[in-house]
């Protein structure tokens, strides 16, 4: 579970870490978010990226994705991007894990 190492973050990390056993992976952006964004772009237009077909929240989150930075509401994005710039900075990891 990824969760961004800041204010109410930091206050989760706790919470989680005191009432459960789910490993907290901690992670601290840099750059804004149109820089971060910008830099995964390429992973998404490569097409490594899948959404299903058919989810409520499905329509939500390509407009917020297809109008980024111009949304009201960045949530979505700013998750999916420190997710896959997760992802892209720990694959050698990621690959070793699963091959266990």
Do not use: C
């Not at 190492?5 to 009432?19: D, H, I, M, W």
């Not at 980024?68 to 994005?77: I, L, S």
């Amino acid at each position: 579970n990824l969760i961004e190492a800041k204010a109410s973050g930091q206050q989760l990390v706790q919470e989680l870490r005191k009432n459960s056993d789910l490993p907290i992976i901690q992670i601290v952006p840099h750059d804004d978010k149109l820089t971060r964004f910008h830099r995964i772009v390429p992973i998404i237009e490569s097409e490594r990226v899948f959404l299903p077909n058919q989810a409520v929240w499905l329509s939500d989150f390509e407009y917020e994705i297809l109008m980024f930075p111009e949304t009201r509401h960045d949530d979505q994005v700013d998750s999916t991007v420190q997710y896959l710039q997760w992802v892209r900075n720990n694959i050698a990891r990621v690959v070793a894990t699963r091959s266990l």
